[in-house]
């Protein structure tokens, strides 16, 4: 995997502009803040991504892969506001949960997701070498 940092860009933070990768791709589809049964323990937005990031972790496992394997985030937020906010817990359950790796990454405020009490839903795309 290569991370993609034109000279003279601003390096960002918690993401990266772009990776290149090759090998076996594995898709996850969006991951929100219910455990392994169907069940919310908080409507907390940061518990809620926690959740979701060790969701991702699990789904992966199943592949062979692990959170250094991803290439390619997605996240689908309910307020931007709670979001930035939420910044600080975010980036520690990140750091955590997923370590130093930070692939290329994009945050988009929907006006809805499918289960109500989802706050946060977030899709990976990861290359195992």
């Known amino acids: 995997m290569k991370i993609l940092q034109p000279p003279g860009w601003v390096r960002p933070r918690g993401y990266a502009n772009g990776v290149a990768a090759r090998g076996t791709t594995v898709y996850v589809s969006g991951m929100i803040g219910w455990d392994s049964q169907g069940v919310f323990h ?3 937005f940061a518990g809620q991504t926690r959740q979701a990031l060790h969701n991702i972790v699990e789904v ?7 959170p250094e394997h991803i290439v390619r985030m997605t996240w689908y937020v309910l307020d931007k506001r709670e979001y930035v906010a939420a910044w600080p817990a975010i980036g520690a359950a990140y750091r955590e949960i997923m370590g130093a790796h930070y692939p ?5 405020q929907v006006a809805g997701l499918v289960e109500d009490r989802a706050r946060v839903e977030i899709e990976v795309t990861a290359v195992l070498p």
């Open 42 to 44: 908080t409507d907390d």
């Open 104 to 108: 290329a990454m994009t945050a988009v």
């Open 60 to 66: 992966l496992a199943e592949a062979g892969a692990r």
